[in-house]
């Protein structure tokens, strides 16, 4: 019996050894993760999730603010939590960009809202070091690995621009450093770059070259904290490495590529791009690339893939019908080429407003293919301070999925999108009104978030949704297919919009053929090709389709 086993092994082994060409290739390739195509999550990291309570309060914070104006809780364990429940994983998210991280103002001040801190994380303080309110370094160390090890890559935020407000507790940096006049004009490239962006907000003087020294107040600081020496002789080293002078604009590209080197970061959303000269992003881009370059030969068990390093910039007010150019009136100005991966569109909320699907589809699909190839843009309609989202009070939840996740170019979930939070809240003033807690409570049984995750795990899926090339099957009923290959990876999907609930027949004779075993992923269920065309009996009036 024990030779009878042996030789069936035996056999068997060789048959597996001796597969056709064809049933070789039957093995489908590994979906590659395409920046282009991500499916990324915007979270505010102090009003997310809550994961240690014990750090609310520092630096004792403790004014009475505006509504919705000071720190909620949220913090870098919350959101780590969230990261390991599964909750990005289910809403097919496979990249989360966070609001800044670095130490804030210590102080409050009053910008005609009431009482603010800086919550948001914009109103910097010491680039080297974490803020408290958020967490740890090893709080962020666990983060990024939790988010790597389920596919998720970790977006920070940079500001190089500004500091934050002057208060009691935070003294105007030298004069060396920052200028507090004129406010920005945004008439002209000139008055809209060597300005404040508003009143209070200290500029950094990232056009200048001349060396400087640290500011005395970041210096007693670190020495306060027993970390003077190291710091110095980081910078030492970075000068003495990229011969670059001790310009306000390289030390802070020291600091802020630190968090590549140390913590495996693999992007950057850039603050006020527009506010600074473009050279700046160049050089950047130049520091990340080196920075990511480095940790990845590090780690070379870590690294998930041989993507660069990604920096998506806002530059406020851009749009893609404006290609790769940004008017400012006097001046057009080109962000892409040698500096950023993607932009901000913040004209999609407009289109989707005043066009049908298949204009924007189309339109989004042909720019991105011919005047933007090789580029990407990332798509949002609501976010933390466009204070006219598509649809505030979440009347259009559905609509609002369907659109952000199935148009080409990167999607940008803001938090709550998905489960219809709300952005009008009574006695907020300005941007507060989209800056509320998540609301948690809504999540369960929640509708709205189902076809959110149906939609945002069929795009994670396939790269073709966001990257592919776009073309309409029919008018009416409306369906369309999107295609996108990569080496050997090939990807086909047709979707389906607005069609009949019940029963609804779709013609795919130029897409499959008949006997294809495709599968509806919105109502999950498979079908077979007969005559050109798949029959779907369901209660929704979209449908998915992928092949089996």
Known sequence: M????????SFTMIISCQKTPKEATDVKPKTPFVWEAANLYFLLTDRFNNGDTANDINFERTKETGKLRGFKGGDLKGITQKIEEGYFTDLGVNAIWMTPIVEQIHGGTDEGTGVTYGFHGYWTKDWTAIDPNYGTKEDLKQLVKVAHDKGIRILLDAVINHTGPVTEQ??????EWVRTEPQCQY???????TCTLV?????????????VELPPQLVEKWKAEGRYEEEIAELNAFFERTGYPRAPRFYIMKWLTDYITEFGIDGYRVDTVKHTEEYVWQEFKNECDYAFKTWKQNHKNEVLDSNDFY????????GISSGKAYDFGDRKVNYFDDAFTSLINF???WNVAQQSKEEVFKRYSDELHTNLKGYGILNYLSSHDDGQPFDPERTKAYETGTMLLLTPGTSQIYYGDESARNLVVDGTIGDATLRSMMNWDDVKENKVLEHWQKLGQFRVNHPAVGAGVHQMITQEPYVFYRSFSDGNFKDLVVVGLDLPKGNKTINVSEIYKDDDLLHDAYSNQDVTVKNGTVTIDSEFDMVLLEQK
């Open 347 to 349: 004209e999609l909320k």
């Open 311 to 318: 920096l998506v910039g806002e530059v406020y007010g851009y």
């Open 2 to 9: 024990k030779h009878l086993f042996l030789i069936v092994c």
């Open 170 to 175: 935070d003294p105007v940096w030298p004069s």
């Open 187 to 193: 008439t002209n490239y000139e008055n809209t770059i």
């Open 199 to 211: 009143k209070n907000l200290p500029d950094i003087k990232t056009e200048s070259n001349e060396a």
